[in-house]
């Protein structure tokens, strides 16, 4: 594979987790990295000479391939005018902002100065700037944009070791959707157990740590056996005095939570709970979520 002169916008967690894993696997001949403050962070792309930090913005080298606007979706626009400013795109470079939800529109001062134009989103979460680098192999990311710049994307995600998905413009909305729903989603979910754990008498200390192995044995078998297959407890056995007991041990705010994401679980398992649980079941969740939301998968 043919490396690439590549140049990040903003030195924030994912730019330099993704300008780090570019450079340990290779996959770029230069990484230039461009950022507001006048000292380049503490991180081993600097650090260790990898690559080369500018304090603002400057023209690009005229071997630049890939521009990734690695920067918060509000000022993509703002960052787009000004690196459009910078003058003409090198021959055949490639610009990329690294929003879930935005049009590639947004880029159209890099289009006009020549720049093919693309949205280049990785799908993993990243906490810190160096451990995440290790997550990149085998994760995906969606790319969106013209021939050109989806040619170069590809590139870029057979670099770092991940899958490529193309998602269409007019549908990106409810692809954003799903990936908040499948990460940002968990948190209260999470959060919600551990006050219930709290409740029933664990330590704030031992009850995330107790759940946290429950959780990921949970994922591993979803990724065996996919989501359906993957429902166990007392809902998918059809066990309605468990989850009656459980409704009543909640605080009110709490059951129509429970009451909601066990409609969701009922649904999924329907066909395999026996008619007769399935339908006391849906009567027991309906108390508590709103009429109109309930399937039972009948």
Do not use: N
């Not at 603002?56 to 080298?61: A, C, F, N, T, Y």
């Not at 549908?171 to 999470?190: E, G």
């Not at 409704?247 to 679980?265: K, N, Q, S, V, W």
């Amino acid at each position: 594979m043919t490396a690439l002169a590549v140049t990040i916008v903003g030195p924030g967690r994912m730019g330099l987790a993704l300008g780090a894993v570019l450079m340990q696997a290779d996959a770029v001949a230069s990484l230039t990295v461009f950022g507001r403050r006048p000292e380049p962070p503490a991180h081993p792309l600097f650090t260790q000479g990898h690559a080369r930090y500018v304090f603002g913005v400057e023209p690009l080298d005229p071997d630049t391939s890939a521009l990734l606007l690695a920067v918060p979706d509000g000022v993509v626009p703002e960052m787009a005018f000004m690196m459009g400013a910078q003058g003409r795109a090198p021959g055949g470079c490639a610009a990329f902002h690294l929003s879930g939800v935005l049009p590639t529109d947004v880029l159209a001062p890099l289009h006009e100065q020549g720049y093919e134009v693309g949205s280049f989103h990785p799908l993993l979460a990243v906490s810190h700037p160096v451990s995440a680098v290790d997550r990149f192999a085998g994760s995906y990311v969606a790319v969106v944009g013209s021939p050109e710049a989806t040619s170069v994307a590809r590139m870029l995600v057979a670099g770092i070791g991940c899958r490529m998905i193309t998602v269409p413009a007019g549908r990106r909305p409810l692809y954003h959707a799903a990936t908040v729903m499948a990460s940002s989603y968990l948190l209260p979910l999470l959060d919600l157990s551990v006050r219930l754990m709290e409740r029933a008498g664990v330590s704030r200390e031992d009850a995330l740590p107790a759940l946290l192995p429950l959780v990921r044995s949970t994922l591993a078998t979803i990724e065996e056996r996919g989501i359906a297959p993957s429902a166990q407890g007392p809902i998918a056995g059809g066990d309605v005095e468990t989850v009656a007991l459980h409704l009543r041990a909640l605080e009110p705010e709490d059951r129509r939570t429970y009451a909601l994401f066990g409609a969701e679980i009922l649904r999924l398992a329907g066909p395999e709970i026996d008619s007769d649980a399935r339908s006391e079941l849906a009567d027991l969740f309906g108390r508590y979520v709103e009429p109109g939301t309930m399937e039972t998968g009948q």
